[in-house]
Structures are given as structure tokens and as C-alpha cells.
């Protein structure tokens, strides 16, 4: 059973740092694009950053030059680092895994940024 597990969430002040980790298990990692989208609360998910199997990405405006995502192949995981937070990041952060019409999801990790 595929399965995608984030990690890396939690309260962070605004200006600081967190990287988000998304483990995959059941598929052919490589192969996949990786994308990361947010929720906020009462607003619709969306995307935040994606990294295609050949590593090109793309962002969202909102988050260009703060965020930055990564692969590791070998190890089956992708990343987000995320720097220069600022309250408005505030969301549950979702790890998308995408190939043709396979396409899974993790359950979300929170991230708060408040002081």
C-alpha cells in the first residue's frame, strides 16, 4: 500500500526556519513528480512548490525565494525547506505524489508561525 508520510511540522516564530520531509513507501519513488500544497484554515488547499522526476520546479509567487524543494531518490523522500516564515505560512502542509492518473496523498503536518 502506498503510503507518503510528512514530518518536520510545528510552531515556529515568524522570520525562522523549518524543513518539511515527505517519505515515501510502495512506489517507484524517482519516477514521480513531488508536489507540496498548503490549507490554510477556512481557505481551499494549494500549491505551494513541485519538483518534477527530471528536478525541475516551480512555485507558488507567495512563497518564491523563501521556499525551496528537494529530492532524494535514494532515499525515497522529498523536501521542503522553508525559511524567512511568516505568520500567513500558517497551514497544514500536504505531501502530493503524482504520475499519469497514479496520484496519492499524505494526511499533513502542521505548521504554525506565530510569536
Known amino acids: 500500500q502506498v503510503q507518503l508520510v510528512e514530518s518536520g511540522g510545528g510552531l515556529v516564530q515568524p522570520g525562522g526556519s523549518l524543513r518539511l520531509s515527505c517519505a515515501a513507501s510502495?512506489?517507484?519513488?524517482?519516477?514521480?513528480?513531488m508536489r507540496w500544497y498548503r490549507q490554510a484554515p477556512g481557505k481551499q488547499r494549494e500549491l505551494v512548490a513541485a519538483?518534477?522526476?527530471?528536478?525541475?520546479?516551480n512555485y507558488a509567487d507567495s512563497v518564491k525565494g523563501r521556499f525551496t524543494i528537494s529530492r532524494d531518490n535514494a532515499k525515497n523522500t522529498a523536501y521542503l525547506q522553508m525559511n524567512t516564515l511568516k505568520p500567513e505560512d500558517t497551514a497544514v502542509y500536504y505531501c502530493n505524489a503524482q504520475r499519469l492518473a497514479n496520484d496519492y496523498w499524505g494526511k499533513g503536518t502542521l505548521v504554525t508561525v506565530s510569536s
Open positions: 510502495e512506489i517507484i519513488f524517482s519516477i514521480y513528480a
Open positions: 519538483i518534477t522526476m527530471g528536478y525541475s520546479t
